[in-house]
């Protein structure tokens, strides 16, 4: 690839990122922006993400000692479970912003290796049909799952707002209350504490959003751009050896044996950076699967138990059903598109070709046999069905939580 088309690549890959790094600009890191040289920018995006990990750290602290100590000195059910869907997304977070820090450098990298597998020479029209439908799809699912978690964010920090300006019309007695379920090591009810305490949890909020979806949206791209690749390949290898339908007798000849080895070597090179992409995310891939029933019931449970939050927690049960599910399509799409190269090959024209051809396409359907495919930290495969699987955890959990809470 020319330095020319590399920088046609990334423009294009960057433009997909975009919403991404609007995000994680907000928390101090970027992965598509000239990194800083000079001294002074460098201390201001050091300084600015410290500043916003040490706000997610001792909100997240906050409402973990709020929910210990109602589960110590309360028999409540209903007290206990109130906030742990948004520990359990904060945690989440807190584990995004952290992994995007410590592997910052990794995903640069990533992103740098994605230009010189980019299609920008390809000017058939089913080649660039793919790209044209996969590159909107994302951009519309970008859209919808940054719409459901900044609207759900802003929906929590309103509500006490909302509250409280209803019941003043109504001539009740109003107070200004909280957003989340935080304990404060200073009485948070006096004057001056109390519209302290309602904004840090109003920025700490949207500081958990900014982190949850810059790590969402990074993955679901990068996988996305595997996934096209990885049918671009197919297509690529459905007309080895055929022309306008019918076969030909083209292996025979050594140019196209030679193309058939550049079509192995682009496969290598995806599952070399399918591989690469998975050990980055593994970690976070493990915070969601293990973390996502329990926010899906603990949410459920507090729908059916708090009319004011409602409208709210809806939001949050949204953006959790999304925010998992993004993840299983993504991954799973990744894994349909990896084992239907060995179809792709089967399609093709390899019966006209010679045997060195057909012994190296042979090698091609015997590696794709073993498909890409994401782990939660290598223990289990992140396909559609770990989806499923979460929703009927989830539902178990809330089975169990509302028979203690009606048997009380």
Known sequence: MSSKDKVMAKQEIHKTLKLCNFCTRKIGISFTDEQPKDLISKIWTYMWFLGSA???????AGQVDYAVTKLVNSASVVEFVAGLHIIGYDTMSFGKMLTMWYKRNIFRNLLNELADLWPTLDRDKDSIDIKRKKLSRLQIGQFWYAFWNILGVWLYNLTPIVIYVYRKIQGTPANL??????????????????????????????????SMLGSDILFMTMASHISMLLRLLQLKI??????????????????HYQEII?????????????????DAFSIVNLINVLLSSVNICCVVFNILLDPWMAMSNKFFLGAALTQVGILCWYADDIFTSSSGVADAVYNSGWYNSDIQCQRALLVMIQRSQKPLYFTALKFSSITMSTYSSILINSYSYFTLLYTVYISD
């Open 177 to 210: 209350g909280y957003i989340w379920h935080l304990s404060y090591p200073f009485d948070k009810t006096q004057p001056v504490y109390h519209e302290l305490a309602f904004v840090f949890e109003t920025f700490g909020g949207v500081v958990s959003v900014w």
């Open 238 to 255: 459905r007309r080895l050896g055929t022309q306008n339908g019918g076969t030909i007798n083209q292996f025979k000849h050594g140019d």
């Open 262 to 278: 550049s079509v192995i070597k682009t496969h290598q090179r995806l599952i070399m950076y399918g591989n690469d992409l998975e």
């Open 54 to 60: 040490l706000i997610l750290f001792l909100k997240l």
